[in-house]
Antibody, heavy 118, light 107 residues
């Protein structure tokens, strides 16, 4: 059974940092691109970043470029999102997801809530 | 970025009804379109990819069509578990972008 489990969310002050983790099981992690997608409370979905199977390519939405860093550890079946200089507009549930076809995600985690507030 | 516009934003329907949701892209995306279903407090679930391919395990009452800029998701006979929010997403160009969602409610 494919499982993706996020952790690391919480309350952080504006300007602060947080590191999200996603541990996967049930598939060969090192064979898939992986993504982070977020959803602000009561809002729609926004793709944030993705990373190639071997970590050699990374892409970001403009609004997080230079502040967020996606990474992975294939030995630990883990995906990460380092979030720095956090802003109120970064408040959202963050999902990790497996890239199944070109830019399409077939498995998603349950999400972890990040709240940026003073 | 490519803008994805869904209509309607919300729709009320009854069990057994046929429902169609449309999605329009601001520029051509060939058939690189996906549809997701999301229930409150849950992660999105992939229903359709490449505009018309049914994801494994998804009931056949769901179907997708279209290419270029105009796409549709059809649910042929609504079941109680289908009441949810539906999102389209373009996968043709960077960055991938989603529609604003269509909330399907019980009449």
């Amino acid at each position: 059974e494919v499982q993706l489990v996020e952790s690391g969310g919480g309350l952080v002050q504006p300007g602060g940092s947080l590191r999200l983790s996603c541990v996967v099981s049930g598939f060969t992690f090192s064979s898939y691109w992986m993504s982070w997608v977020r959803q602000a409370p009561g809002k729609g979905l926004e793709w944030v970043a993705n990373i190639k199977e071997d970590g050699s390519e990374k892409y970001y939405v403009d609004s997080v470029k230079g502040r967020f860093t996606i990474s992975r550890d294939n030995a630990k079946n883990s995906l990460y999102l380092q979030m720095n200089s956090l802003r109120g507009e970064d408040t959202a549930v963050y999902y990790c997801a497996r890239d199944f076809r070109r830019n399409i995600d077939d498995y998603w985690g349950q999400g972890t809530l990040v709240t940026v507030s003073s | 970025d490519i803008q994805m516009t869904q209509s309607p934003s919300s729709v009320s329907a009854s069990v057994g009804d046929r429902v169609t949701i449309t999605c329009r892209a601001s520029q051509g995306i060939r058939n690189w379109l996906a549809w997701y279903q999301q229930k409150p407090g849950k992660a999105p679930k992939l229903l359709i990819y490449e505009a018309s391919s049914l994801q494994s395990g998804v009931p056949s009452r769901f179907s997708g069509s279209g290419s270029g800029t105009d796409f549709t998701l059809t649910i042929s006979s609504l079941q109680p578990e289908d009441f949810a929010t539906y999102y389209c997403q373009q996968a043709n160009s960077f960055p991938r972008t989603f529609g604003q969602g269509t909330k399907l409610e019980i009449k």
